[in-house]
Every structure is written in structure tokens, then in C-alpha cells.
């Protein structure tokens, strides 16, 4: 009885594993034919559309923001104050910097 037991055991986990790698094996199978690498190529080509759109957007939207910072520092959307007739010289603007220049000369030339 004992044997019995064993070898229905042994049976029973043998039809198990054999079903379970079956499985997988189909599902590999599936996964690298020509209709499965063509889904898979074409859900990447949607994704990476899709990123590369998003990215685009981000771009134009950090180009506006920094050209916004930059007309900003050059003042370059205000008018021009008229010099008064008394004052020949001719009014400087103060451009605003973010990065200080320091030219320092320690090689010489």
C-alpha cells in the first residue's frame, strides 16, 4: 500500500511539473514568434512615440520659460527711454546676469 501511495504521488507530481513546464513553454513560444515579436514591436513603437512626444512638449516648454528669463535679463521687450535733449549721452541698460564671468588671467595670456 505504501508503494502504491508513493507511486501515485510521484505521478501526480510528475503530470504537474510536465503541465506547468508545458505552459511555459508555449507561452515562450507565443511570446517569440513573428506575430508575437511584430505585437511587441509595435506596442514599443507606441510607447516610444509617445515618450518622445511628451519629451518634445517639455523642451519647447523649458525654451519658453528660459527665452521668457532671458528677454527679462536684456530687457529686451520694454521701450527704449528717450534721451532728453540736455543729455547727449546716451542711457546705458543693466543687464541682469545668472552666471558671473571672472577672467582671471593666471596662465599668462
Do not use: C, Q
Not at 507606441?46 to 532671458?70: Q, S, T, Y
Amino acid at each position: 500500500m505504501k508503494r502504491l501511495f508513493w507511486l501515485s504521488v510521484g505521478a501526480g507530481a510528475g503530470i504537474y511539473v510536465s503541465h506547468r513546464v508545458r505552459r511555459r513553454v508555449e507561452r515562450l513560444a507565443r511570446t517569440w514568434s513573428p506575430e508575437g515579436v511584430a505585437s511587441r514591436a509595435i506596442t514599443a513603437g507606441h510607447d516610444m512615440g509617445d515618450r518622445l512626444r511628451h519629451f518634445a512638449d517639455d523642451v519647447r516648454r523649458e525654451m519658453r520659460n528660459r527665452e521668457a528669463e532671458l528677454r527679462e535679463a536684456v530687457r529686451i521687450d520694454t521701450v527704449p527711454i528717450d534721451t532728453p535733449e540736455a543729455d547727449p549721452a546716451p542711457r546705458r541698460r543693466v543687464l541682469k546676469a545668472r552666471y558671473t564671468i571672472i577672467d582671471d588671467d593666471k596662465d599668462g595670456h
